[in-house]
């Protein structure tokens, strides 16, 4: 027994009533090739100053489920934890 949703196409005839219905939307928009050619890429989000890095890292399994406890959030919390651990120690 698969755990997907089975995906259900639309029969030829449902298609084309869908498309019918965009048709007479009155709000449906389809730009002309030279209209989608003038539009602007958005970029997604914004950059950041400081972009975050993704590492594969170890902690003990304490550790990440006290974190983890403390709910939503707990990546930034532990984050935080290490900074304030930065600005309160001085590296060799």
């Known amino acids: 027994m698969s755990s997907k949703p089975e995906l ?10 869908i498309q019918r219905g965009i048709e007479r939307d009155p709000d449906t ?3 002309t090739d030279a209209q989608f050619k003038q539009m602007k890429r958005r970029g997604g989000r914004p950059k950041l100053e400081h972009p975050k890095i ?30 304030e ?3 309160t ?3 060799a």
């Open 8 to 17: 259900h196409m639309p029969t030829p005839e449902e298609d084309a009533a």
């Open 29 to 31: 928009f389809v730009p």
């Open 54 to 83: 993704a590492l594969t890292v170890r902690y003990d399994a304490d550790i990440i489920e006290r974190f983890r406890a403390s709910g939503d959030g707990w990546q930034t919390r532990m984050n935080d934890a290490l900074r």
């Open 85 to 87: 651990w930065l600005n």
């Open 89 to 91: 120690h001085r590296l």
